[in-house]
């Protein structure tokens, strides 16, 4: 079997599974077979490749668990309203949002959406992110969600990076539903969820809770149905609101519960005993020019464990780079760098049930790793917006070099 291995590391930042914690190592070598990794420490043996990392830092692939990329156009318009003061919510009441994307998808070909995705697959590759969740939900009718699920599984086969599918036909109501909207949650449990399920596709079931989209009880009941048809629950939770999804995410044993913004106390503490992962979309609030981010250090404090993700879509936060995100969580929400970069490998990894095959370089685990042209940790968020990403490996396989 081919091997390689990377000489020369400076610093290694990883999450070490004997210590639980975030480790620093220095001075190390990676040896990697085929896709894995085999042995991790000093003066390792030989390997067919040598991979020189020139005293640089080395960390695992970024884990991004919550995108929207499949979409035919951007919202560029809603940028330019909000620059003149509307917000989010107004941009929707008038026909906006989520909403705005719903034709272009339904009416575009499978072979133009594998195409945009690809592209969209590219640019989070060499921003870093080796395994990305990518969720439906500009559809919102049967065809095209099943559609948009399909144009995810076509790319991941096409491409070197992981996509993890998501059904979220609960993303909000289309338009003949609008005035039914509990006829469009009928449709979604008894229609789509059994559909999506007989497809084989999609591995999670997400809903937008919040005032103005899905209630809690519609919610609970597209995940319950989606739970009966193996479909594991996700929720975008207390977005703009406290409206009870984060307390009801803890309820419905979801794996995450994402956004959080204006999640309560009560919500955090059912999120904690339920052991819901806490995934913080904090470009999306930059995105969308508000000030009030997520409550890091109260979920910390209560036990919750924080993922990071982009939210990566057209309308509230046009963001691929993980990198930037790490950025925005320690300027805005405070977050000490090893944990930010736990958050974006190790954690993400575990809210898609990925956490022992990916999220950190360990023996045994994938072979995803990203070796940067700066030499630590802290100069990640410190750049802001500069990149300096030297080489991205997939799968044990160099993608990008100088």
Same mark, same amino acid.
């Given at each position: 079997?081919?091997?390689?291995?990377?000489?020369?590391?400076?610093?290694?930042?990883?999450?070490?599974?004997?210590?639980?914690?975030?480790?620093?190592?220095?001075?190390?070598?990676?040896?990697?077979?085929?896709?894995?990794?085999?042995?991790? !420490?000093?003066?390792?043996?030989?390997?067919?490749?040598?991979?020189?990392?020139?005293?640089?830092?080395?960390?695992?692939?970024?884990?991004?668990?919550?995108?929207?990329?499949?979409?035919?156009?951007?919202?560029?318009?809603?940028?330019?309203?909000?620059?003149?003061?509307?917000?989010?919510?107004?941009?929707?009441?008038?026909?906006?949002?989520?909403?705005?994307?719903?034709?272009?998808?339904?009416?575009?070909?499978?072979?133009?959406?594998?195409?945009?995705?690809?592209?969209?697959?590219?640019?989070?590759?060499?921003?870093?992110?080796?395994?990305?969740?990518?969720?439906?939900?500009? !559809?919102?009718?049967?065809?095209?969600?099943?559609?948009?699920?399909?144009?995810?599984?076509?790319?991941?086969?096409?491409?070197?990076?992981?996509?993890?599918?998501?059904?979220?036909?609960?993303?909000?109501?289309?338009?003949?539903?609008?005035?039914?909207?509990?006829?469009?949650?009928?449709?979604?449990?008894?229609?789509?969820?059994?559909?999506?399920?007989?497809?084989?596709?999609?591995?999670?079931?997400?809903?937008?809770?919040?005032?103005?989209?899905?209630?809690?009880?519609?919610?609970?009941?597209?995940?319950?149905?989606?739970?009966?048809?193996?479909?594991?629950?996700?929720?975008?939770?207390?977005?703009?609101?406290?409206?009870?999804?984060?307390?009801?995410? !803890?309820?419905?044993?979801?794996?995450?519960?994402?956004?959080?913004?204006?999640?309560?106390?009560?919500?955090?503490?059912?999120?904690?005993?339920?052991?819901?992962?806490?995934?913080?979309?904090?470009?999306?609030?930059?995105?969308?020019?508000?000030?009030?981010?997520?409550?890091?250090?109260?979920?910390?404090?209560?036990?919750?464990?924080?993922?990071?993700?982009?939210?990566?879509?057209?309308?509230?936060?046009?963001?691929?780079?993980?990198?930037?995100?790490?950025?925005?969580?320690?300027?805005?929400?405070?977050?000490?760098?090893?944990?930010?970069?736990?958050?974006?490998?190790?954690?993400?990894?575990?809210?898609?049930?990925?956490?022992?095959?990916?999220?950190?370089?360990?023996?045994?685990?994938?072979?995803?790793?990203?070796?940067?042209?700066?030499?630590?940790?802290?100069?990640?968020?410190?750049?802001?917006?500069?990149?300096?990403?030297?080489?991205?490996?997939?799968?044990?396989?160099?993608?990008?070099?100088?």
């Amino acid at each position: 079997m081919y091997s390689l291995k990377l000489t020369n590391i400076g610093q290694l930042a990883t999450f070490n599974s004997e210590m639980n914690d975030m480790a620093i190592l220095e001075n190390v070598e990676i040896v990697i077979e085929g896709n894995q990794i085999t042995e991790v !420490g000093q003066k390792l043996g030989d390997a067919d490749k040598i991979f020189d990392c020139k005293q640089k830092l080395v960390t695992p692939g970024f884990v991004d668990p919550h995108t929207h990329p499949v979409f035919l156009d951007g919202r560029e318009d809603e940028f330019a309203m909000r620059l003149q003061g509307a917000s989010y919510e107004e941009i929707s009441e008038a026909g906006g949002g989520i909403v705005n994307s719903i034709q272009g998808v339904r009416d575009a070909s499978e072979s133009d959406l594998i195409s945009l995705v690809k592209s969209r697959m590219d640019r989070f590759l060499k921003l870093g992110t080796t395994t990305v969740e990518c969720k439906s939900g500009y !559809g919102l009718n049967l065809e095209s969600e099943l559609k948009s699920l399909k144009v995810i599984d076509e790319v991941s086969k096409l491409h070197h990076i992981d996509m993890i599918p998501t059904f979220m036909g609960g993303h909000a109501f289309p338009k003949e539903f609008m005035n039914n909207h509990d006829g469009y949650v009928d449709l979604i449990c008894e229609e789509m969820i059994p559909a999506v399920s007989d497809q084989g596709i999609a591995k999670f079931n997400d809903v937008f809770c919040e005032n103005g989209y899905f209630t809690v009880e519609q919610t609970r009941r597209i995940l319950n149905a989606g739970n009966n048809h193996g479909l594991i629950p996700r929720i975008h939770a207390d977005e703009f609101e406290d409206s009870g999804a984060g307390k009801l995410g !803890g309820e419905c044993g979801s794996i995450s519960a994402d956004h959080l913004m204006a999640v309560s106390d009560e919500g955090i503490q059912e999120l904690a005993k339920n052991d819901v992962i806490a995934t913080l979309l904090p470009g999306t609030t930059f995105f969308l020019g508000k000030t009030g981010y997520a409550p890091y250090q109260k979920l910390k404090d209560a036990g919750v464990d924080v993922a990071l993700a982009t939210d990566f879509n057209p309308g509230s936060c046009h963001i691929q780079s993980m990198p930037f995100i790490l950025s925005l969580s320690c300027i805005y929400m405070k977050i000490p760098v090893l944990d930010a970069i736990k958050a974006a490998t190790i954690t993400s990894a575990k809210s898609l049930l990925l956490h022992n095959t990916i999220g950190s370089i360990e023996i045994g685990k994938k072979a995803d790793i990203v070796v940067w042209d700066i030499e630590r940790t802290l100069q990640i968020p410190y750049l802001v917006s500069d990149h300096p990403i030297q080489t991205v490996i997939k799968n044990g396989e160099i993608l990008f070099t100088p």
